[in-house]
């Protein structure tokens, strides 16, 4: 072990493990998925910031207060997580908390493209920008925020996808027209 984290001498290669990671997402809502990736990214580096993208053009059903208030819920018992919200370029906001890391997930081989493309694209706005993919469990990837909603909307049973006090606040919505 090496100050800066695991020294591999066999190959040469150190991996810091004092990174400062960001998660980003519009979480609308946070599900069981998300979580399990924030759990993995809190395992391997030692700062992890949710960051609640804020985009006017896309229209949520929760309020940006709204799904800060569950993404605090969800993160509340892991020490080294943080949850913020940012509007604009998500490497800025990478820049100003002195991240050099950004967490995705993977949930299927459709999810790579795109997300390969937004890395390359982040990178070249910002070259000190890594992104690291993470799949989660098995059990989550066929998991979307916006599958759960509609879901939801329709009265189905959604309690295996998010935590007790998500599935509540979208019943409530439900029952609210919402």
Known sequence: M?????????KGLTIDLHKTAIYPGTF????????????RASAIFSRVIVTLAVNSSKATLFTTEERLAMLREATAGL????????????????RQVGATVMV????AVSDFEYEFQMALMNRKQEHSLDTVFLMPDEKYTYLSSSIV??????????????PKFVEDRLKAKSQNGQ
């Open 2 to 10: 090496s100050r800066n984290g695991i020294h591999l001498l066999s």
């Open 28 to 39: 609308d809502p946070i599900t069981n998925g998300h979580i399990d990736i924030i759990r």
């Open 79 to 94: 020490a080294n997580v943080e949850v913020a919200k940012f509007s604009g370029l998500v490497v800025e906001f990478a």
């Open 104 to 107: 995705r997930g993977l949930r």
């Open 149 to 162: 909603r509609e879901i939801a909307r329709h009265g189905g049973t959604i309690e295996c996808f998010v």
